[in-house]
């Protein structure tokens, strides 16, 4: 008996004890409870389909959900691996090369560089900290926080002095994240901080950077606030993720409870432009409140 045949056996059961107890039966018949529903349209992917798109993510591999419209929907507002089947005792051929794909990209974020066409479109210019290779970067994070002495010394030279902002880039743990949203949470920020009437440091990018090196830039340029809009731990759900953190009277050593944080900006979270306009308020309020961190919120 499949499962079909239970479930109208079943229905059928209770139905007749209820006539018996004298129940009488609407005149719209009611379809009995976890009724198969029609199964959506199953897409034809073409042969050179990418295997990680977004396109072939959202399709369920599951054979026979009990709600696949309802599926469908969930697998179109999340990023999550939900619906993926299995084959046995383990993941399915699709799902498996898929995670190896998205790990690819993951390290892809990592081990690259970011393009120096952005960069030279957006008119930064770069320092490095005291990284001299990737390898070193991934493995030293001392390192990432401490300016080169020629870092410093363009630093000072090429930057203006104790603006009330100072706003830069550095790729962190992904340049993917920069290459992707840079171009777009820039000018928004800078436009939204000169139109409250602060003053707003010349921005640049810091290659092999780490989140305290900051700190560094702040004594260096003598800004009240910092922020650095850097690359986050890549993850299986997207490469593209980005942090803004903000700091206010930065010097080398403060505490990271001083900084506060803004996450998740990518195309599937928080979007660049929107995390931009919100940055902008949240400078706003800790200059207004002369503190960052959860010294803010106290």
């Given at each position: 008996m499949d499962r079909e045949e239970l479930v109208a056996l079943i229905t059928e059961e209770v139905i007749a004890q209820l006539k018996k107890a004298g129940w009488k039966a609407p005149e719209k018949p009611v379809p009995p409870p976890f009724a198969p529903q029609e199964k959506p349209?199953?897409?034809?992917?073409?042969?050179?389909?990418?295997i990680a798109s977004e396109e072939v993510k959202k399709i369920p591999l599951l054979e026979n959900p009990i709600d696949p419209t309802e599926l469908a929907h969930m697998k179109k507002r999340?990023?999550?691996?939900?619906?993926?089947?299995?084959?046995?005792?383990?993941l399915n051929t699709q799902t498996m090369l898929t995670l190896r794909a998205d790990h690819a990209k993951a390290r892809d974020a990592v081990m690259k560089d970011v393009d120096e066409n952005l960069l030279k479109s957006m008119n930064l210019f770069s320092v490095k900290t005291q990284c001299d290779t990737?390898?070193?970067?991934?493995?030293?994070?001392?390192l990432g926080r401490k300016l080169s002495e020629e870092g410093v010394a363009t630093l000072k030279e090429k930057c203006a002095k104790n603006p009330d902002v100072q706003i830069y880039a550095a790729d962190g743990l992904s340049s993917t994240a920069i290459n992707a949203n840079l171009d777009k949470i820039m000018p928004v920020l800078m436009k939204g901080l000169e139109s409250k009437g602060l003053t707003v440091g010349t921005p640049f990018f810091m290659k092999y950077g780490r989140v305290a090196a900051e700190d560094q830039v702040a004594e260096i340029v003598g800004a009240k606030v910092v922020c650095v809009l850097i690359g986050e731990r890549p993850g299986l759900a997207t490469s593209e993720s980005m942090s803004a953190y903000i700091v206010y009277n930065a010097h080398v050593g403060i505490p990271e409870s001083k900084r506060t944080v803004v996450s998740n900006i990518h195309k599937d979270g928080l979007s660049a432009v929107e995390a931009g306009a919100y940055i902008v308020e949240v400078i706003e309020k800790i200059l207004a409140a002369k503190a960052s961190g959860v010294d803010l919120v106290k």
């Open positions: 349209e199953k897409k034809e992917l073409p042969p050179d389909f990418d999340t990023t999550a691996r939900i619906g993926v089947g299995k084959c046995g005792a383990r990737k390898d070193i970067f991934i493995t030293r994070p001392d």
